[in-house]
């Protein structure tokens, strides 16, 4: 199983559309978690860090479900600049470099 | 807060020169920085984590001899391409965290190397 698993997509949604991410760890000692966004030829950006008792931004939401290891990120009232790469990513603990995930895509479309 | 630069973004080199690419953080002292590659419609690939002071730590397949980090300050990290090759021509991107190895990381704005 790999560390931090992403489904890639492509998500092709409709401008207006709610649309959601999960992404699965293994590791169940992992200590924290972000939400990175990386658009096409440009260096990814963090969107939120995720926080177990959830954490919410304007039309963005992430969740952390620690039992069944998972986090997810929810996007409501879809706008065609969300159209990116959308990077979750796992702090494993213990001073360990961060796990990145190989990336959701999303295309908001008109 | 938190801005990372990176220089500089594009780079066009003939193969077998060498290129130099300087990551900094600006507002703040990073202990840790990182170096990753990413080619076209791929993911991320960390090269190495390059830590101030000390010797970088290379993942598995990178050549630490081929790709040489500097990590001479809490605020400077360079990556030398050693004799480029054009299988080497990639996106890449640095980035540090002011906190310790598995805390938020961010990240330069790239460079773009082509080897001709």
């Known amino acids: 199983r790999k560390e931090v698993e992403q489904d890639p997509g492509p998500f092709n949604v409709p401008e207006g559309a709610t649309v959601a991410f999960n992404c699965t760890y293994s590791?169940?000692?992992?200590?924290?978690f972000f939400w990175y966004r990386q658009d096409c030829r440009k260096e990814p950006k963090l969107l939120m860090s995720v926080y177990s008792s959830g954490n919410e931004d304007g039309r963005f939401t992430a969740q952390l479900n620690r039992a069944s290891q998972y986090i997810s990120l929810l996007i409501r009232d879809s706008k065609l600049s969300d159209s990116a790469t959308y990077l979750c990513v796992v702090n494993p603990g213990n001073n360990r470099k961060l796990i990145w995930g190989l990336g959701t895509s999303l295309a908001v479309n008109p | 807060g938190a801005v990372v630069s990176q220089h500089p973004s594009r780079v066009i080199c003939k193969s077998g020169t060498s290129v130099k690419i300087e990551c900094r953080s600006l507002d703040f002292q990073a202990t840790t920085m990182f170096w990753y590659r990413q080619f076209p419609k791929q993911s991320l690939m960390l090269m190495a984590t390059s830590n101030e002071g000390s010797k970088a730590t290379y993942e598995q397949g990178v050549e630490k001899d081929k790709f040489l980090i500097n990590h001479a300050s809490l605020t400077l990290s360079t990556l030398t391409v050693t004799s480029a090759h054009p299988e080497d021509s990639s996106f890449y991107i640095c980035?540090?965290?002011?906190?310790?190895?598995?805390?938020?990381?961010?990240f330069g704005p790239g460079t773009r190397l082509l080897v001709l």
């Open positions: 590791n169940s000692a992992s200590q924290s």
């Open positions: 980035s540090a965290t002011p906190g310790n190895v598995g805390e938020t990381q961010y």
